[in-house]
C-alpha cells in the first residue's frame, strides 16, 4: 500500500480523534487506580451505565447525550460515594487490599451487566444527537463531528481536572493522599474523606464517558468488557496518577490503532498496541510519564 | 493430612481419584460426565493459577491465553498428524509453559497491578495472532471430528473424562509438594516481602520464572483436550473471559494458601455454574458468578479454608 | 351369609371400578404427556438479540399447535436452556436434553458456532437436527438426518456474494475494481471468501482485501484506506456494531463507489434501520425477507402480526424480518413431519423431510441430500427514499428494493451509490 501524505495524516487526525476518547475512558481508572491504588475493573460496567443513562434521557425527553451526562453527574457522584464506603469498610480497614478489592470490583462488572441486561435487553440501543450526521472537511482530513464533539468535551474534562487537583484544596488533598497518606493525616485532613471525594469524581467521569460512547457506537451491555484491556493499558502506559501522561498514552494508543489500521491491516491493530504497552511496560515499567 | 509424607499423599490422591472414577461409571448418564469434566477441568485451571497467584502473589489475569494455547496446540496437531490424548496434553503443556517461562522474563521488573496488567495485554496478542492464523481456522473456527472409538474405555467423553481426572490429581499433587518444598517457601516469601526476599538472598527472579512457567504448563494442559471435548473451536470461545474469571474466582473463594483451596472453589463454584446453565439458564448465571464474588470476598477473606479454618481455631479455644 | 357375598360382590365391584378408573387416568395421562422439543439458544452474550427473537417465533408456534390440539393429539413443550454463545456449554447443554430430560425431538441453537458441538451428539443419538442460520456445518459430518434452516442453498460461500455481484455488474459504465472488507469472524470470513472467488470470476481487480478485529471503535481508518485504493465497487461483511460503525464512516468520509454493500448483519434488525435511517440510502445488501408485493407468502403476514408486539416487550427485534419467520418455518417443517409420518422415529421423519417439498412461511422450501436447501433464496435488497428515522416507513412496500434473484425482483439498481442522497 502505497504511504500518501494525505491518508498519513488523516489516519493521525483520526487516531487523535479515538484518543481524546479513549482519555475520557481512561481518566476514572487514574484517579481510582492511579492515585488511590483501588484496581475498579468494574469501571467499564459503569461507563456502559453511563451510556444507558444518556439513552433514556435521550428516547424520552429528547435530550442531548452529553447535556443528559452532565445531568446525571451527581448521581454517579454519589453512586462513586456510595461504592467507596462499603469498600473501604470492607476491604481497606482490613488491610489486605488488593486482591480482594479486585475480586469485589469484578463482582460488581458483572452484576452491573446483568442488572442491565435484565432491565433493557440486549438489543443494541443508540442515540439521536443533532450532530452525529456532520462532518467538517479540511483539505484531505475529515472531522466527523460524532468523534470531534466527544473529544473535544473530553480535553476539557481533562484540563478542568487537572487544574482542580492542582489549584483547589481538595485538588491537592487527593495528589497529597496518594503519595503520603500518613502526612496527610499529620496536616488535619480525614484522607477516608478525601479518597472518598476522589473516588466518586472517578465514577462521575463515567457518565460522561458513557455518553461519548453512545455516541460513538450502538452500545449493549456486554461491550464494557472489551475496554478493560484498553483502559488498564492506557492508564500504566500514561504512567499512574499523571494526568499529561495519560492523555498522552490515549492519543499515542489511538494514533497506533489507527495508522496500524490504515497501512497494515486493521486485525493487527490490537496486537500492536498491546504489543507498544508490552514493550514500554518491559523496558520502562513506570509508563511515559510515571512517577 | 498436613503433616503427611508426599509419596503417601501421590498414592492416596491417585487411590482416591480411582474410586471416584469407579463410582462414576456407575452413572448411566452421560450428561455427568460432560458436566464433570468441566468442573475438573477448573480443578486445574485454579490450581495452576494459584500456584502464581496464591503462592507467590502475581495476579495473572491472561489464564486465558494459555489455556486457549494448549487447546490451539492440539488443533495445530489435530491438523498435522493425529496424536492420542495424553500426548496432546503433553505438548500443550511444554507449549503454554514455553510462553509463560517467556512472559516470566518480560515481566521481570513489573510487580503487583503492572504485572496483572501485562498478562491482559499478552493475551490481547496471542488472541489476535490466533484470531489471523488461517492455519488453525482463524476466526472461522477449526472442526474437530472425534475417532470413533476411544481407548481403554469406548466411550468418548468417559475417556475425556479420565484424562482431566488424572491431570487434576497430578496438578493438585504437584500444589502439595511444592507447598512443603524449599520452592514452596521462595515462593512465600516472595508473596510476603519481595524486597526482604531477596535482601535475604532468595533467588527471586529464578523463583518466579519457575512459576510463571509451571503455572503456565498446567494450564495448557488443562486446554489440550478442549477442542476433542467440544468439536469446533474458534478464538472468541476459547479465549473466553470466564476462564480468566473463573481461575481466579475459585481459589479467591475456595481459599489461596493451601492446596486445598481452589479444588474447593472449582468443586464449589463450577457445580453452581454447569447446574445453573440446566436449570436456571438465563443472565442469571452471569450474577451467580458476580454475587459470590463478591460475597465471599467480603466475609470469607480467606476462602473457604479459611472460614474452616476459623471455626477449627476457635473451637480449640 | 348374603351379606358376605354382598360384600365379595361389592368389593370386587370396587375393584374392578379402581381398575377401570385407574386405566382411564393411565390412557388420558398418556395422552396429555407432552412431546418435548429441546434446544439450546443463545440467550445471553453476543448472539443473544438474535436467539431471543428466534425462541418467541419458537413460542408462537408451539402455542399455535397446542391451541389446534397439539402434535399426534399431544400438547407441544418447549425445553430450552441457555447456551450465552458459548460453544463450550453445548455439548454438556444436548447430552443432558437427550439423556436426562429425554426429549423427543431436538432443533439446533442460532448460529455455526452453537450447532457444530452439537452434532456429535445427535447424530450419536439418531436424532433429525434443523439447524438455524449455520454455514456450512454439515460439510464435515454428512449427516443424512441434518436440515438447514438457511436459504443459502448447496453452496453458501457464493450465495452470500453471488447476488450483490449480479447486481452491481448491471451498473454502468461496468465496475472494474472491487474492495473486500469484513470482520475477523465466522459469518464475514466465508462472505468475504465467496466475494473474493465471484470477484476473480468476473474478472474484477480486488484493490482492497483486508479484515477488522469486531472490537473496532473507528472504522474511518479502514474506510480512507479502502477510499485510497479507488474501487468501483466494496463488499462489506458485518456484524451489527461494526456495520452501523462502517456505514457512519462511509458517510463521513465520503466514500465514492458506485456499489457499496454486501453481508451486512444488523441492517434486518429494527434498531439499526432506526438509527441509521437516510444513511442506508443505496445500500445493496442482503436480506431474508422483506416486504414487497413478490415475498408475500402464505402466513408470513400473520406471523409478523404476532411476533412484532410480543418482540417489543421483550426487548428484541422489532421488526422480526430475519431470523425469526425462519425459527419458525423450521419448527412448522419439523411438525409437519410428525403428524404426516405419525410418529416420534427420528428415521421417518428425516427420510420425510428429505422427499417433500414443505409450504412455510418463508415459501416452498425442499432440503437437498446434505440438507441445504435445493434452491437459494438469499435476496439483495437496495435502501431507496428513505427520510427520517421512523420504523413504520420499513414495514411498507417501496424502501427496501429488491434487486436479485429474478424471480423475487422488484426493481432495478439505482448506481452510482456516490451520488444516492444520503
Known amino acids: 500500500m502505497e504511504i500518501s501524505l494525505d491518508l498519513l495524516l488523516s489516519a493521525i487526525m483520526a487516531g487523535i480523534l479515538l484518543g481524546g476518547f479513549y482519555a475520557a475512558v481512561t481518566v476514572g481508572v487514574s484517579i481510582s487506580f492511579g492515585m488511590l491504588d483501588i484496581v475498579n475493573i468494574a469501571h467499564p460496567a459503569f461507563i456502559i451505565l453511563g451510556s444507558y443513562a444518556a439513552y433514556i434521557l435521550n428516547a424520552s425527553f429528547g435530550l442531548d447525550p452529553i447535556l443528559a451526562a452532565f445531568l446525571m453527574l451527581p448521581v454517579f457522584y454519589a453512586l462513586g460515594a456510595a461504592i467507596y464506603q462499603i469498600y473501604h469498610l470492607v476491604f481497606e480497614r482490613r488491610g489486605d487490599e488488593a486482591l480482594r478489592g479486585l475480586a469485589f470490583f469484578f463482582g460488581l462488572l458483572f452484576i452491573t451487566e446483568v442488572a442491565l441486561v435484565l432491565v433493557f435487553g440486549v438489543d443494541y440501543r443508540f442515540v439521536n444527537a443533532a450532530y452525529v450526521g456532520i462532518t467538517l472537511h479540511y483539505g484531505p482530513i475529515d472531522l466527523p463531528l460524532r468523534m470531534l464533539v466527544p473529544f473535544a468535551i473530553s480535553i476539557l474534562l481533562m484540563i478542568g481536572l487537572q487544574l482542580f487537583l492542582s489549584c483547589s484544596f481538595i485538588g491537592r488533598a487527593i495528589q497529597a493522599v496518594s503519595q503520603d497518606r500518613l502526612a496527610l493525616q499529620l496536616m488535619a485532613a480525614n484522607p477516608t474523606k478525601i479518597k472518598r471525594i476522589a473516588f466518586a469524581i472517578s465514577i462521575a467521569t463515567a457518565a460522561l464517558a458513557g455518553a461519548f460512547l453512545i455516541i460513538i457506537q450502538p452500545v449493549e451491555p456486554s461491550i464494557g468488557r472489551d475496554y478493560i484491556g484498553r483502559v488498564f493499558a492506557i492508564c500504566v502506559l500514561g504512567g499512574l496518577g499523571s494526568f499529561p501522561g495519560l492523555v498522552a498514552a490515549a492519543l499515542l494508543l489511538g494514533v497506533v490503532e489507527s495508522v496500524t489500521s490504515t497501512f497494515y491491516g486493521p486485525s493487527w491493530a490490537p496486537a500492536v498496541a498491546f504489543g507498544f504497552l508490552l514493550l514500554t511496560l518491559a523496558l520502562r515499567p513506570a509508563g511515559l510519564m510515571g512517577r | 493430612m498436613g503433616r503427611m509424607r508426599n509419596s503417601t499423599f501421590w498414592a492416596a490422591a491417585f487411590a482416591v481419584g480411582a474410586v471416584f472414577f469407579g463410582l462414576s461409571l456407575l452413572v448411566p448418564n452421560d450428561y455427568y460426565f460432560f458436566a464433570g469434566y468441566v468442573v475438573l477441568q477448573y480443578i486445574v485451571l485454579a490450581t495452576a493459577w494459584n500456584i502464581l497467584g496464591g503462592y507467590t502473589g502475581y495476579v495473572n489475569f491472561g489464564s486465558a491465553a494459555f489455556f486457549a494455547l494448549g487447546a490451539y496446540s492440539t488443533v495445530v496437531m489435530y491438523k498435522l498428524l493425529p496424536l492420542p490424548v495424553p500426548l496432546l496434553v503433553v505438548i500443550g503443556g511444554v507449549i503454554s509453559g514455553a510462553v509463560g517461562l517467556g512472559m516470566g522474563y518480560l515481566t521481570l521488573r513489573l510487580r503487583g497491578a503492572f504485572f496483572s496488567i501485562a498478562t491482559l495485554a499478552l493475551a490481547v496478542v496471542v488472541q489476535t495472532l490466533i484470531t489471523n492464523w488461517d492455519f488453525v481456522g482463524g476466526s472461522r473456527g477449526a472442526y474437530i471430528i472425534r475417532p470413533a472409538h476411544a481407548p481403554l474405555l469406548g466411550n468418548y467423553i468417559q475417556y475425556l473424562f479420565l484424562v482431566m481426572l488424572v491431570l487434576a490429581v497430578i496438578a493438585v499433587g504437584i500444589a502439595r509438594s511444592i507447598e512443603r518444598s524449599r520452592l514452596g517457601f521462595g515462593f512465600s516469601s516472595i508473596r510476603d516481602d519481595e524486597q526482604a526476599a531477596e535482601a535475604a538472598g532468595v533467588p527471586t527472579l529464578r523463583l518466579k520464572l519457575v512459576a510463571t512457567t509451571l503455572s503456565g504448563a498446567l494450564m495448557g494442559m488443562a486446554g489440550a483436550p478442549l477442542p476433542y471435548y467440544v468439536t469446533y473451536l474458534d478464538p472468541a470461545s476459547g479465549f473466553n473471559l470466564a476462564y480468566a474469571v473463573n481461575s481466579i474466582a475459585m481459589p479467591l473463594i475456595g481459599g489461596m494458601t493451601s492446596w486445598i483451596g481452589p479444588i474447593i472453589g472449582a468443586v464449589f463454584l463450577g457445580t453452581i455454574q454447569q447446574l445453573a446453565t440446566v436449570t436456571i439458564s438465563s443472565a442469571l448465571n452471569l450474577l451467580i458468578v458476580g454475587a459470590l464474588l463478591v460475597l465471599f470476598v467480603v466475609i470469607a477473606p480467606n476462602g473457604i479454608v479459611g472460614l474452616v479454618e476459623s471455626r477449627l481455631r476457635a473451637r480449640r479455644r | ?422
Open chain 3, 1 to 422: 351369609m348374603w351379606s358376605k357375598a354382598h360384600s365379595t360382590m361389592r368389593t370386587s365391584l370396587l375393584a374392578s371400578l379402581i381398575a377401570i378408573a385407574t386405566s382411564l387416568f393411565a390412557v388420558a395421562a398418556s395422552a396429555a404427556e407432552p412431546i418435548k422439543i429441546g434446544f439450546g439458544m443463545a440467550l445471553t452474550g453476543g448472539l443473544a438479540g438474535n436467539g431471543k427473537a428466534a425462541l418467541i417465533a419458537m413460542q408462537i408456534w408451539a402455542d399455535e399447535v397446542n391451541a389446534k390440539g397439539g402434535l399426534l393429539g399431544r400438547p407441544v413443550q418447549l425445553v430450552y436452556y441457555d447456551d450465552q454463545t458459548n460453544p463450550a456449554t453445548v455439548p454438556g447443554i444436548y447430552t443432558k436434553l437427550l439423556d436426562v430430560d429425554k426429549v423427543d425431538l431436538v432443533m439446533s441453537g442460532y448460529g455455526t458456532n452453537l450447532q457444530a458441538p452439537a452434532m456429535p451428539i445427535v447424530m450419536a443419538h439418531g436424532m433429525t437436527f434443523i439447524g438455524l442460520f449455520g454455514l456450512a456445518v454439515n460439510d464435515q459430518f454428512h449427516y443424512d438426518r441434518f436440515f438447514q434452516m438457511q436459504p443459502n442453498g448447496p453452496n453458501a460461500k457464493l450465495s452470500l456474494a453471488q447476488g450483490f455481484f449480479e447486481a452491481a455488474m448491471t451498473a454502468k459504465p461496468t465496475p472494474k475494481t472491487v474492495a473486500i472488507v469484513g470482520a475477523d469472524a465466522e459469518f464475514p470470513k466465508v462472505a468475504t471468501e465467496g466475494a473474493r472467488e465471484l470477484a476473480k470470476k468476473l474478472g474484477l481487480k480486488i484493490v482492497y482485501d483486508r479484515s477488522y478485529p469486531p472490537a473496532t471503535v473507528d472504522f474511518a481508518p479502514v474506510v480512507r484506506a479502502i477510499q485510497a485504493a479507488g474501487p468501483d465497487l466494496v463488499f462489506l461483511a458485518s456484524y451489527p456494531p461494526d456495520s452501523a460503525g462502517m456505514i457512519r464512516a462511509v458517510n463521513e468520509v465520503g466514500l465514492k463507489a458506485t456499489v457499496f454493500g454486501g453481508g451486512l448483519i444488523g441492517l434486518q434488525f429494527a434498531s439499526l434501520k432506526q438509527q441509521l435511517g437516510p444513511l442506508l440510502n443505496g445500500i445493496v445488501y442482503y436480506d431474508l425477507y422483506v416486504p414487497a408485493p413478490t415475498l408475500n407468502f402464505p402466513g408470513i403476514a400473520a406471523f409478523l402480526a404476532k411476533y412484532q408486539p410480543k418482540a417489543v416487550a421483550a426487548g428484541a427485534d422489532a421488526l422480526g424480518f430475519y431470523l425469526p419467520p425462519f425459527a419458525y418455518a423450521g419448527m412448522q417443517i419439523l411438525g409437519g413431519a410428525v403428524e404426516a409420518t405419525k410418529s416420534l422415529d427420528q428415521k421417518k421423519i428425516a427420510e420425510y423431510i428429505h422427499h417433500t417439498t414443505f409450504k412455510t412461511v418463508v415459501g416452498e422450501i425442499k432440503f437437498g441430500p446434505d440438507g441445504e436447501w435445493v434452491e437459494p433464496r438469499i435476496l439483495f435488497v437496495q435502501y431507496r427514499g428513505i427520510t427520517g428515522h421512523d420504523l413504520e416507513q420499513f414495514k411498507k412496500v417501496g424502501t427496501q428494493v429488491v434487486v436479485y434473484p429474478a424471480q423475487y425482483k422488484s426493481g432495478d439498481l439505482e448506481a452510482p451509490f456516490s451520488e444516492i442522497k444520503h
